[in-house]
């Protein structure tokens, strides 16, 4: 079976990469030479665990990289369509990209007698495969899908950090076609790629394409709900939002994953998505109260870092303030969404002088901030003499950090957005979001 990705980014190069180290015949496609070049060379253009060595072994087993969709359409059995569907202007999806390569993906099909699966991994509202895929494939191939070629819809639901194990380890393949020959070869892939461990469903377009957001809004949603009970421990001394997680965790009816109290979500997924789904359903006549309120509330979550702040060390200006961890979770350099950004942006209007740390996120932060904040590789270095400082990001490295590492800053306050310092003999004023 030979397979086409369409669209290096994260979710397809992670599949590329894991089905090409396991001997598939994979084909990866992007419009961007530069890119090609460097996956070509086995490295990725982002930090992820385990991907640059999955890439290069998938590279010397059997993937190709290539710019060529006409070579994917015609050879490839399956064609994962996994384009990035950015934020619009307007606050919506821009399907700018999936239009382009799903025209170029009919242009080909109408040169060619072979009949593959074209399949949209990427995020898309409800309809999009129907109203939008569908009509392009029809007109430019000239072909009627269920004849010509095939379409089915199937959401990813990798998370960074652990993509290479989500793509490995999926809790549930979704696949969403309103035929049942194309339903049912994209069935036998995943079958056989998961040796039928995998629950696979099978539902129609827009069920597939809801499904995606539903998943993530209700995720949001369960954070945004214990960042609220985490507010609540804050103003009553002797609670702690972790003690309240774990026991309400272990009702199954809840269920005890998400239920991390922290600084907010960020990334690539959550924010947009959950903007995405607010809007669609207004668009539907859906009043969205709900949806509106976890994103109310996850967007004031930094101002509860703010006032812990002004706490402890007043107002900001001048005074050096050190922010552990810059990217929107722990084992990624992905800065997208991220609150610690967030947080800089609204020091910085406050005079704070900012000095950052993290394991790998300093390039893509110094893109934004350039030098409006200072940058170090230690992390005693970023504490030196500093008046505050925060742990914004879960990394490992700032679990056990020594005295010592406090020892030069000007006065020793801690805030931990994620509790997860070893703090008790410390000697520091510590503070965390959620410990009353
Ligand atoms: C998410 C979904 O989990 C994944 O299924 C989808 O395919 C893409 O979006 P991702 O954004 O990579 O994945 O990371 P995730 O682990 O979900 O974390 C998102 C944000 O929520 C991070 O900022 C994280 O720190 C935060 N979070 C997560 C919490 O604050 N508490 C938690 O308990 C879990």
Redesign the pocket.
Known sequence: MKIAIIGLGFVGLSFAAVLGSKGYSVLGIDSDKKKISKIGSGKSLFYEPKLDETLKSALKKSLKVSSDIDLAVRQCDMVFVTVGTPESKEGYIDLTMMKQVVKEIGISLSKTNNKPVIVIKSTVVPRTTQDVVKPILEKNSRKKVGIGFGIAMNP??????TAIYDTLNPHIVVIGSDDVVSANRVKKFYDELYKRKTQIIITNYQTAELIKYA??SF?AT??SF??QIANICQSMPGTNIDDVAEVIGLDPRIGS??????????????PK?MKTMIAFSKKVGTDPVLLEAVQQTNTLQVNKIISLMKNMIGKFDGKKITILGLS??ED?DDIRE??SIKLIRLLLRENAAITVHDPKAIENTKTIFKAKIRYSDSIRDALKDSQCAIIMT?WKQYKNLPNNDFQKMKRKFVIDTRRILKHENLAIKYNALGIG
């Open positions: 990813e639901f990798l998370r960074e950090g998943n993530n995720l369960k954070i214990i960042n994953l998400f239920l991390k109290a922290g600084p907010g979500y960020g990334g690539s997924c959550f998505d929107f979770k990624s991220s609150v879960p």
